[in-house]
């Protein structure tokens, strides 16, 4: 049965994320991921009382072609997750497709990033996954970080690109081919670091590369870096 | 006959219009799109009562080697489509012949942006045209973006170059060789969008290059992509 | 014996540390260092009633994973030279370990920064110095900016390889191995200027070598460049 | 005889001089032309009543070391031209000796800035001279901006390298040998400007040099390009 509306018991979770999700929306031109009205960010609200594979959870995402001078949380939309609207007074981002498909199909996926990055996006170009050669790579990724197949937009390709490419990966970030990453976490504010720390890491690994070859970190050193990050980086 | 001053029926157009020319000329440093007192915005006040060719349409400008912080809605300039002051205290901007040539001659733009974007500027220092290999240059472009001709300042040269490049192609932009990218749109908005996006991809692009071959997009998914773009994506 | 809290006599030196970190770490994104939360600034606060080795110094750091915006002087936290908590609502950085190893064996050090700043990471990523080309580097660094072992993070070994690569160099920056920079200084400002230096030369020097080779500066003018501007510049 | 104080008929326009230059410097970091306390600025004020010659001006100019955050008129410094301070509270900065040569040598420079900025530098690390290939370079500076010599600070070396390289050159630019750019003016904003375009045009090159050859623009062109731009542009 099609969601039409937010239900009452969920209108505070879907009120804390339109805000949550606007405010997010503010560090993809501060880190200089965007440019104009690319790139998006989502998040999910779990529906406790619905089903229990979470087909009755929403999502909050930005609308289509939308200045970052006029993201408000009242401006973000609501959507179901086969992308269809439920609350808002503009259409949702073009990328809400894929984000839903990823919702409806990685259910520990809390949060998802879309962005058009310079240097990941030249990555993505060459069809080419950024190796690790980083501690901070090796922290966050566990990883490089894989490349997904070329989709268009229209259908749930992007969408399944992502989840096949990013399904038992340790990284939260794909290169989907000839387009750009996209990033996922555990909620919204997870993607967008993740989206952050794709960009840098493509940047530094590029430079790196114009003069010659990166040294390799062994991998019981990637694995023992992305253990520690995983589990003991941050505040307890 | 030389228009001398606006006329009264197209008075609230022209104020409309330099403020909107006013408050776009911010988004060209804001962007990064250049540097000092380079680049310009113009767009064009239709006369309908005028013309049916549209020949006694005005542009509005800004004035010639003017200061970011100092671009205000009264600085901007009005020009007739031959170039000529029409209103304003100070000299038009020296590409004002380029743009009045490009507004006489391709009766559906509204609006024509110039800068010297600085990775734009180097494909047209090279005299190579941008291939298509990134989903968002086929949603904005169509295709390549396309070298014009080396054109001197002085005469219609380089408003010529612009309109022959231009005509019947998909991209909104044209490199002008050794010079730097002229972009056109439905108004001075969407020229405005243009270059940030040209430069996007210029920079993007390059940097795919840099390290080995960007992989093509197959020219049926570049058509694909093109299609939805222009007429889905956005507010409707 | 452990240091359980802040000694009396050094509250005013503490709080005034907190006060002058907090404002330093702003320096980090100021100069795109920087992203998301990566980075820290260190500065020691030296206890003159306490051993004479040294040995009960303390030190000012950020606390771990905590965004730029949140970074008030309150937030700060106080460890021991060992690297344990004294005073603190949070974990202190998880880089903290390799900040007290330098101070607990370089006495003169009073200030360490750590970034993942991007060319100079390029250049770590390769294990490549950064050669003398620049007089700029001849003032600051008095020769090449050298390259430390490659160390994983949880033990002492950042800070052995950090120690045992600026002992007896003139530099004082050192990039870790696959890792980035960490710079040194007579107070935390002096190790933010080194960072924000080592950066800037880290870029000119790869942008220099994309096109061919940087001509070599004789050894007798990085001496004497060296030399005066440890004497003579700035203010005295 | 020494100048020991700013002379009363000279004190309005050292006054005005000040905020000028402090003002002025506002646009290195703005452009990203410098980091940390790196750059200065300076301006002449002729004396009309003292040497035909010229030798009795004074330039106002930047202290050395001090922060982009601390910079105001009263902390302006003045100097005669040869370098000895005449006005302020602090040292001045330690390129003042070469701002001085070239006032005292050319008579026609009213403003000389010198930055460290990083494609500008790359080029100057090479001893490579940037060549005229995008038509601002030939409007601004006439054809290619040339390579000054090494020089060492602490003596008039740096200034000699300048003059004798930019008389009779069209170029207010010169790139100092594994150093980096110096540029002069009729005042200080001009000289400014000469540093922001210096650097773009560094950068552009480059840009287009890293995967290609640029095209040459014909030296009839440059020429034309040239007279225009030093006749025409900007309001009169």
């Known amino acids: ?41 989502s998040e999910r609200v779990r529906d406790t009382q619905g089903a229990a594979d979470g087909t009755d959870d929403l999502l909050v995402i930005k609308p289509s072609g939308v200045s970052y001078d006029d993201i408000t949380p009242d401006a973000m939309v609501v959507c179901d997750l086969q992308g269809n609207l439920v609350e808002g007074d503009r259409s949702p981002s073009s990328d809400t497709a894929a984000h839903a498909y990823v919702y409806a199909n990685m259910p520990e996926v809390g949060g998802v990033v879309h962005t058009h990055s310079t240097y990941a996006t030249a990555w993505a170009a060459r069809g080419e ?24 937009i229209g259908d749930d390709s992007i969408g399944r690109g992502i989840v096949e490419t990013l399904s038992g990966s340790r990284s939260p970030a794909v290169l989907m081919r000839n387009h750009g990453p996209f990033t996922i976490g555990g909620d919204a504010k997870a993607a967008v670091k993740a989206a952050v720390l794709c960009e840098e890491v493509a940047r530094a690994v590029h430079v790196a590369r114009q003069l010659g070859d990166p040294l ?9 870096l992305y253990a520690r990050y995983q589990n003991v980086y941050g505040q307890r």
């Open 129 to 152: 996954e950024i190796p690790c050669v980083l501690t901070m790579m090796a922290d966050e990724f566990g990883g490089p970080v894989p490349v997904g197949p070329f989709a268009i």
């Open 1 to 41: 049965m099609a969601i039409t509306e937010v239900p009452t018991h969920l209108r505070a979770a879907v009120d804390a994320a339109k805000k949550k999700v606007a405010d997010l929306h503010a560090e993809l031109p501060r880190w200089e991921l965007v440019v104009w009205t690319a790139g998006n960010v």
């Open 216 to 224: 390799p970190i062994a991998q019981e050193h990637v694995d023992a």
